[in-house]
């Protein structure tokens, strides 16, 4: 039902600031929650960011809360993840997540089964 294509990654400094993209296709694009993941080398795919169908409601993972902003364009079938302030320990995969299987109000902070996912996009924050 969803296909997504992240972009937007690359290499930055601490301090720097980068903007991921995941362009969407799909008729219902306009009412899946959608989510930011992110996996380091050895760690577990851990959440980072989500925001609701609507676009009213924005969460996040609590170390990166204040310096990213997650929102969305569905007129464009687009979610954006904006991150300020990089950290070393931001360096990941950045994985986008569309949900679409459920309430589009539904938060999103754990994988589920029937979830859809990009290819990902490396995030390198250097010291």
């Known amino acids: 039902q969803v296909q997504l294509v992240e972009s937007g990654g690359g290499l930055a400094q601490a301090g720097d600031s980068l903007r991921l993209s995941c362009a969407a296709s799909g008729r219902t694009f306009s009412s899946a929650g959608m989510a930011w993941f992110r996996q380091a080398p050895g760690k577990e795919r851990e959440f980072v960011a989500g925001?609701?169908?609507?676009?009213?409601?924005?969460y996040y993972q609590a170390s990166v809360k204040g310096r990213f902003t997650i929102s969305r364009d569905n007129a464009k079938n687009t979610v954006y993840l904006q991150m300020n302030s990089l950290k070393p320990e931001d360096t990941a995969v950045y994985y986008c997540?569309?949900?679409?299987?459920?309430?589009?109000?539904?938060?999103?902070?754990?994988?589920?089964?029937?979830?859809?996912w990009g290819q990902g996009t490396q995030v390198t924050v250097s010291p």
């Open positions: 925001i609701t169908g609507s676009g009213h409601t924005a």
């Open positions: 997540l569309a949900r679409v299987d459920d309430s589009p109000e539904t938060l999103i902070t754990t994988p589920s089964r029937s979830d859809y």
